[in-house]
Each structure stands twice: as structure tokens, then as C-alpha cells.
């Protein structure tokens, strides 16, 4: 079956860093605009960063300047670099094509807390 597989979240303090991985197996998304998603506990699922296929990326407001997302194409992965945490950003984190979207994985959690 195709799916997404993230990794790389954890515990850290405010101001520390993380970089979440997303994989596909069974398919490729190197075609699709890709994204990264949270969802903290009570919230709607929120679109942090995208990816389109030639590179161009896009933020939320809420994690502009903080968030790098990237892609490796050869190997069908997707990143996430978080840098200077703060405590909002607490959430499980998931990958997903932005458009014609796959069954969701079960996502990485990201803790900042001090």
C-alpha cells in the first residue's frame, strides 16, 4: 500500500531545532506539491509550508523565517527544518500532497517545552 511515513520530532526546549523527515512508499509524489501540516491538540489541522515540484516553497505566517522545507526527489522524501521553537509550535506533524491528497500516516510528534 501506499504511505506517508514521518519521522525526526521530539522533545526539545524553546529555541532549540528539529528536521522531520516524510517518505513515500509504494508511490512517488516527485509531481505533487507537497506540504507540511500540524495539528495541535483542539485545532484544526493547519498548513505550515509546501513544496511544488520545481521548488518553489511557501510559508504560514506563523513559521516564516523559522521553517525550511526541502525535497530530495531521488530518494521520494520531503524535510522539514524547524529552527528557534517556541511552545506553540507543539503539535504532531504530517506530510501530505497539498492536492489529490493520500491517506494521512500517522505523523511525528514535536514537543517544545522547556
Known amino acids: 500500500q501506499v504511505r506517508l511515513v514521518e519521522s525526526g520530532g521530539g522533545l526539545v526546549q524553546p529555541g532549540g531545532s528539529l528536521r522531520l523527515s516524510c517518505v513515500v512508499s509504494?508511490?512517488?509524489?516527485?509531481?505533487?506539491?507537497m506540504g507540511w501540516y500540524r495539528q495541535a491538540p483542539g485545532k484544526q489541522r493547519e498548513l505550515v509550508a509546501r513544496?511544488?515540484?520545481?521548488?518553489?516553497?511557501n510559508y504560514g505566517d506563523s513559521v516564516q523565517g523559522r521553517f525550511t522545507i526541502s525535497r530530495d526527489k531521488a530518494k521520494n522524501a520531503v524535510f522539514l527544518q524547524l529552527d528557534d521553537l517556541t511552545p506553540e509550535d507543539t503539535a504532531v506533524y504530517y506530510c501530505?500532497?497539498?492536492?489529490?491528497?493520500?491517506?494521512w500516516g500517522q505523523g511525528t510528534q514535536v514537543t517544545v517545552s522547556s
Open positions: 513544496i511544488a515540484p520545481a521548488g518553489n516553497a
Open positions: 509504494g508511490s512517488s509524489f516527485n509531481g505533487y506539491t
Open positions: 501530505n500532497r497539498v492536492v489529490f491528497p493520500l491517506s
